[in-house]
């Protein structure tokens, strides 16, 4: 499983919890930035991870901005994205069942680490469930394609 991360300065300490975490459990990673605890611009860094993982080439991605709610909203402007803030455990395994969510969006002003990290080993494990999810996720995709002609 390869994971794209990416935050801005105010998801930067949590973006390292977790790459930490992955780590530990051998999970091949990429960090698209940010590095540092500089202010920076969230749709910058959701760009870097969309795009990547829209092309597939990465399984999921992970953000973190200070809610998650901008780094989401900019990560879903990317054809083939569904980004899921989640600031539960519930909502992280029911995102990849009925979602088919791709990219795991976290708000470190919200959540804990040990939280953040339940989270995100939660959504890495879950499976997409099919069926009547996949026809609604077909409906996403076809409001896509007719505002991105
Ligand atoms: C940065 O201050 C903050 O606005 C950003 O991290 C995020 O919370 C935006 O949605």
Redesign the pocket.
């Known amino acids: 499983m390869k994971i794209a991360l990416g935050s801005?300065?105010?998801?930067f300490p949590l973006k390292k919890e977790i790459i930490d975490h992955l780590q530990v459990k051998n999970i091949e990673i990429e960090d698209f930035g940010t590095f540092s605890e500089d202010?920076c611009d969230?749709p910058d860094y959701a760009l870097k991870v969309a795009q990547n993982v829209a092309n597939k080439n990465y399984d999921f991605g992970i953000l973190v901005?200070?809610?998650?709610?901008?780094?989401s909203?900019a990560a879903n402007k990317v054809p083939g994205v569904r980004a899921a803030l989640c600031g539960d455990t519930f909502s992280a395994h029911a995102s990849r069942e009925h979602n088919n969510a791709n990219i795991l969006a976290i708000?470190?002003?919200v959540v804990g680490v040990g939280l953040a990290l339940d989270i995100v080993d939660t959504f890495l494990s879950a499976e997409f469930q099919g069926g009547r999810h996949q026809r609604r996720i077909d409906k996403i995709t076809g409001i896509e394609r007719k505002y991105n002609k």
């Open positions: 801005d300065h105010a998801g202010s969230y901005c200070g809610t998650g709610i901008g780094i909203i708000g470190q002003r």
